[in-house]
Nanobody, 115 residues
């Protein structure tokens, strides 16, 4: 089992920045960020695989950066140039499998970008 605790959410004006953090109770090879807005499906935002390769949703490419500190079992999401459509609950997820089947989830942190 893995415990994931997100932090860093909040309300920020359009064009602003936020940095989300996720503290994991132990190392997992694959981690990622997902988000879900009210009335919408959960969306994969960014993942980082065991080899350090990253993938992003098209909607956040060039604005968001995912990073991982394996020594501290921590995951980060730097979000720049935020838009109202980025408003959602953001979840940290982790996988023990190298093919990234996310089985562990945090409680989420709210990000709000008023329009």
């Amino acid at each position: 089992q893995v415990s994931l605790v997100e932090s860093g959410g909040g309300s920020v004006q359009a064009g602003g920045s936020l940095r989300l953090s996720c503290a994991a109770s132990r190392y997992t090879p694959c981690m990622g960020w997902f988000r879900q807005a009210p009335g919408k499906e959960r969306e994969r935002v960014a993942i980082i695989d065991p080899y350090g390769s990253t993938t992003y949703a098209d909607s956040v490419k060039g604005r968001f950066t995912i990073s991982k500190d394996n020594a501290k079992n921590s995951l980060f999401l730097q979000m720049n140039s935020l838009k109202p459509e980025d408003t959602a609950m953001y979840f940290c997820a982790a996988s023990d499998a190298i093919w990234c089947d996310f089985r562990y989830w945090g409680q989420g942190t709210q990000v709000t970008v008023p329009s």
